[in-house]
């Protein structure tokens, strides 16, 4: 019987790594084995092969492999410094915007709601909807046994979501990083109070989807009282909106998939028990996205759509300025109603 040991410290002593090849190497390596050793190459047994491939493998990657534990080594702690850096930005901005608001006057309530307006625009918004879902979460668990807290979160997760998409475009992307946003705040909330699971996520996803389509609703209310420049202006994301609005539900399951996938075995398992549950409500959302998208292409028609584009100057005019809020990615806007939902959600909490 061969001893492994000693057929590998030969092969290391004895590899050239002068020759230009792997394949003329490894062939040296083969013959050498066979002259030495006595070992026909179609004859190894499965440790032989595994012993001398690993050797082989070792001496050939050894420089690769370090370099590459140089390079993660270098990316773990650019990440860290990026994670600090980027929290840093920030509280750097939240302290900027505290101090000059604390120069203003409280009662003021104009000149407070333009400084949040501009804060909301600056700062960046998936952050601040994280803190606001999770405000809204901790104010409902700390009134359990006053309120219906199903209720009262489905109703405030469902605003939050409506306001933070009805304000741009409908495309995937953005309306996944919303939705994403909110769900992974409630799953981490979850997962730090796992009996209380089902009561956060429920809501939670049942408001996510409530409120999405109500966006979308709002959206194809909005489409027949579009004026021109707006429609000019929703026309360059049209075949995007389209396909987008043909498989919201898609959309939707993937999210929670997604962050289902991410979370522990207890709280994967209650997500997917509440998705399962809402297999009509999805079809319900689908169906409106599909009349949403029927309608779009009633509204623009081949030669609408080619009359459009051409029409580009109308960009220039007032209405066109105005009416860009119906078209581009702009949430800014809605900071009072944002807050409007934390209002309402511990209105409910206080009522009760």
């Known amino acids: 019987m061969v001893d492994i040991e000693k057929l590998q410290r030969d092969i290391k002593l004895s590899y050239n790594k002068e020759l230009k090849s792997i394949e003329e190497r490894v062939k040296e390596t083969a013959q050498h084995v066979n002259k030495e050793w006595g070992i026909d190459p179609n004859n190894l047994s499965i440790s032989e092969i595994k012993a001398i491939a690993s050797t082989i493998l070792e001496l050939e990657t050894k420089?690769?492999?370090?370099?590459?534990?140089?390079?993660?080594?270098?990316?773990?702690?650019?990440e860290r410094e990026i994670e600090r850096k980027s929290q840093l930005l920030q509280e750097t901005k939240y302290k900027i915007f505290d101090a000059m608001e604390s120069?203003?006057?409280?009662?003021?309530?104009?000149?407070?709601?333009?400084?949040?307006?501009?804060?909301?625009?600056?700062?960046?918004?998936?952050?601040?909807?994280?803190?606001?879902?999770?405000?809204?979460?901790?104010?409902?668990?700390e009134k359990e046994s006053e309120i219906d807290i199903e209720e009262t979160l489905k109703e405030a997760i469902k605003e939050m979501t409506y306001e933070a998409i009805k304000e741009g475009s409908l495309n995937t992307i953005r309306v996944r990083k919303i939705l994403s946003t909110i769900l992974q705040r409630a799953i981490d909330i979850a997962e730090a109070t796992p009996t209380k699971a089902k009561e956060i996520l429920?809501?939670?996803?049942?408001?996510?989807?409530?409120?999405?389509?109500?966006?979308?609703?709002?959206?194809?209310?909005?489409?027949?009282?579009?004026?021109?420049?707006?429609?000019?202006?929703?026309?360059?994301?049209?075949?995007?909106?389209?396909?987008?609005?043909?498989?919201?539900?898609?959309?939707?399951?993937?999210?929670?998939?997604?962050?289902?996938?991410?979370?522990?075995?207890?709280?994967?398992?209650?997500?997917?028990e509440i998705h399962k549950e809402m297999q009509f409500d999805l079809e319900e959302?689908?169906?409106?996205?599909k009349e949403t998208a029927e309608l779009m292409r009633e509204k623009f028609s081949k030669i609408a759509k080619t009359a459009l584009k051409k029409g580009s100057e109308v960009l220039h005019s007032e209405a066109a300025q105005e009416a860009k809020r119906m078209g581009v990615q702009i949430i800014g806007v809605a900071k009072n109603a944002l807050n409007s939902a934390i209002k309402t959600a511990k209105d409910a909490i206080e009522k009760k």
């Open 103 to 141: 120069i203003l006057d409280k009662s003021d309530e104009a000149a407070l709601a333009k400084l949040h307006q501009v804060k909301l625009q600056i700062i960046d918004l998936f952050d601040i909807l994280g803190e606001m879902v999770e405000s809204t979460i901790v104010a409902a668990l």
């Open 285 to 289: 959302l689908l169906h409106l996205s």
């Open 63 to 78: 420089q690769l492999h370090d370099e590459l534990e140089k390079l993660v080594a270098q990316k773990e702690k650019i």
């Open 202 to 272: 429920s809501p939670t996803i049942k408001g996510l989807r409530s409120g999405l389509y109500m966006a979308i609703e709002r959206f194809k209310q909005r489409l027949a009282f579009m004026p021109e420049e707006a429609k000019h202006i929703l026309i360059e994301d049209y075949d995007t909106i389209i396909e987008d609005l043909n498989q919201t539900d898609v959309l939707f399951s993937q999210v929670i998939k997604t962050k289902a996938e991410e979370s522990s075995e207890a709280v994967k398992k209650v997500i997917e």
